[in-house]
């Protein structure tokens, strides 16, 4: 598979993944419509757009390609519709953010890579790509966000963007440097909700 195409796939399945979770999200949250679609959309473009902005690729493509509106649209209406079916997964929209995390934190250092040639850069604007909509869709939605919280949630992306990043400087095939990565990251991810793993909590004095 042409490598360009690869990683337009991981982004669009990304961004799906990741308007899932925050349509899902808005529609517990009983917001009406258009609600569930700026939720949404904000969840799926709003990591990207931080990206962007950063590295200069100006106007952001979240902005500027139909294609992750149309998208984001899409799977809201999807969750919509298929709501029930949805709300039947285990942690459903953590279920969704997992996908989305390890689909946008190598696709976002991937992008950042190329831009910048700085493999710290990259790495931690992956970071941002995977993580940035979440914040966003949990300040609007007035909660504490799962990112600031004790679960590995920054870290897993940290850890995605970071082996996509040597992987590619290191010559690994695309399909390796691409899905070796986001496989580890929804696994750590997708495990610790599981199991139960957390970082370090410090309670009060």
């Known amino acids: 598979m042409n490598e ?9 399945a990304g961004t799906f993944a990741f308007a899932i979770s925050g349509a899902t999200a808005a529609r517990r949250c009983n917001l009406d419509l258009f609600g ?10 709003g990591g990207g757009i931080v ?4 590295i200069g690729a100006i106007p952001p493509a979240g902005l500027a390609d139909w294609r ?6 899409i799977a809201s209406f999807a ?6 079916q949805v709300e039947r997964l285990t942690y459903p929209v953590r279920l969704f953010d997992a996908m989305g995390l390890g ?17 710290e850069v990259a790495i931690l604007l992956g970071m941002v790509t995977a993580i940035g909509g979440g914040l966003v869709r949990d300040v609007l939605l007035a909660r504490v966000s799962i990112v600031l919280q004790k679960e590995i949630y920054a870290s897993a992306a940290f850890l995605g ?9 290191a010559g690994w095939p695309a399909l390796w440097a691409t899905w070796l990565p986001i496989v ?8 610790s909700l599981r199991l139960g793993w957390n970082l370090p909590r410090f309670g009060r004095e």
């Open 4 to 12: 360009h195409l690869l990683f337009n796939l991981v982004d669009l």
């Open 36 to 45: 569930i679609l700026v939720i949404a959309y904000v969840t799926a473009c």
């Open 51 to 54: 990206r962007d902005a950063c």
């Open 68 to 73: 992750y509106l149309a998208t984001a649209v």
């Open 79 to 84: 969750t919509i519709v298929a709501y029930r």
């Open 103 to 119: 689909l946008f934190a190598v696709y976002g250092a991937h992008k950042a890579l190329l831009f910048t040639h700085n493999a």
């Open 161 to 169: 963007a970071a082996l996509a990043v040597w992987g590619e400087r």
């Open 184 to 191: 580890l990251c929804f696994a750590l991810r997708f495990v």
